[in-house]
């Protein structure tokens, strides 16, 4: 089993990280973690076409995180896939796809009327995660878990478990114990790395001041301080940062997180594959 990390970046635009997105390979499945803004085209660069991914896991409603779904749902159909495409999220996901699918209605029924061929529409197939986390995806033991990112409610962190390998992504999470007991001496940990203090505040983003920012930020993400923490009491034979500013620098992180964290840690960068 392997992971790529498409996109290690936030919802600010930044070429050289690009919105959340992982891409989960074990033997024949491909499984994407997230679908944030470039994500079709970071699947190209690493050598998957579109068609190629029956299923899609969403960790939790904030736009960052699924903004480019419409345009991987489209082009997956347009470029021949005639598989359905299964889609997992918190509650309000099928609510999300219908709303993108009639977005684009005029868009899916000139292709169709102009093709002549009557083809179907994009299936897809929906599942909201409730309580019931464990899943097989396509005989992949993959299991959903709560993280903490308050307001939005539900967020979950996924894990994959192969018969020799295990892999967590945390999604977006304050430091919380759920991350710690399922992540526990896992092989992969892919963990949120939030620089909130890199970066500069600008008055007009909503936030009363540069304090009031990082003390909500602090409330609903990770900072790199309490990474180290985290890790330390997870033990995972590797941990991997995403999620991560424009500002950060990678060899500030290791230090930050070095401090309480000895194993061994990857700075996440767009298109690795670990
Ligand atoms: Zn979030
Ligand atoms: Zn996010």
Redesign the pocket.
Known sequence: MQITLLGTGVPTPNPKRRGPAQLIKAGNVNILVDCGSGTVNQLVQGNVSPPQINNVLIT?H?S??YIDLDHFIITRWIMGADKPLHIYGPIRQKKIIENMLAVHEYDLKIRVEHQGTKRPLPEVIVHEIGEEIEMEIDGLKTRAFHVE?PP?DP?FGYRFDTQDRSIVISG?TRPCENIIKNAYNVDLLVHECMHSAKVPFVPGGGWKSAEHRIEAMAR?HTFPEKLGLIAKDADPKILATTHMVSHSEPSELMEIIGHDYSGALVIGEDLMTI
Request: no cysteine.
């Open positions: 939790h904030h960052d995180h990112h939005v967020a977006d609903y």
